[in-house]
T-cell receptor, first 116, second 113 residues
């Protein structure tokens, strides 16, 4: 059963704490992405990775970090430097097609992060 | 750089009446355009996409969108709304060979009985 999984569904962060959101895909997709969604706003790109061991900053990377040690995994760490982390976080993946560029992005179910 | 504007933050229709969700885009190159739907507390599901083939694109659940280059628009339509269509809809633009996509702010569709 192919798809993208995100865990946990809900995550609580204490002041000054780092937390890590998991994203796993078994679609054999090359590229993976992290987005943040705030109420009444569209998705904003945090980080993306086009290939293993490489990743690029998106529009709002400050206060976040990522790693891409395996093709199927792209965890996101929300650090204590992120002062307003409460949001819905969405992970996505896509194929990198040589002749057609980047294909459709497929999304996981999301993780809601709340600050205690 | 590419960008997208969804012209209505909220659209309300009665069940059985047509749906029109408006989207205008800006892109330096030949764009790929998408519509996604999001139900509350869920991830995004692809409705349809345009990638320089036919300008009228048919998607799932009876939705379709027409690419109009002269108007830089990609409006989403459905002839007859169903209660289950109530959700948030996002218009998205992506330039060829770019990994990142640009999302509109979203349009919340309400369907009244």
């Amino acid at each position: 059963d192919g798809g993208i999984t995100q865990s946990p569904k809900y995550l609580f962060r204490k002041e000054g704490q780092n937390v890590t959101l998991s994203c796993e895909q078994n679609l054999n997709h090359d590229a993976m992405y992290w987005y943040r969604q705030d109420p009444g706003q569209g998705l904003r790109l945090i980080y993306y990775s086009q290939i293993v061991n490489d990743f690029q900053k998106g529009d709002i990377a400050e206060g976040y970090s990522v790693s891409r040690e395996k093709k199927e995994s792209f965890p996101l760490t929300v650090t204590s430097a992120q002062k307003n982390p409460t949001a819905f976080y969405l992970c996505a993946s896509s194929i990198d097609s040589v002749d057609r560029g980047y294909e459709t992005q497929y999304f996981g179910p999301g993780t809601r992060l709340l600050v205690l | 750089a590419q960008s997208v504007t969804q012209l209505d933050s909220h659209v309300s229709v009665s069940e059985g009446t047509p749906v029109l969700l408006r989207c205008n885009y800006s892109s330096s190159y030949s764009p790929s355009l998408f519509w996604y739907v999001q139900h509350p507390n869920k991830g995004l599901q692809l409705l349809l996409k345009y990638t320089s083939a036919a300008t009228l694109v048919k998607g799932i659940n009876g939705f379709e969108a027409e690419f109009k280059k002269s108007e830089t628009s990609f409006h989403l339509t459905k002839p007859s709304a169903h209660m289950s269509d109530a959700a948030e809809y996002f218009c998205v633009v992506s330039d060829l060979n770019r990994a990142d996509m640009r999302f509109g702010a979203g349009t919340r569709l309400t369907v009244k009985p």
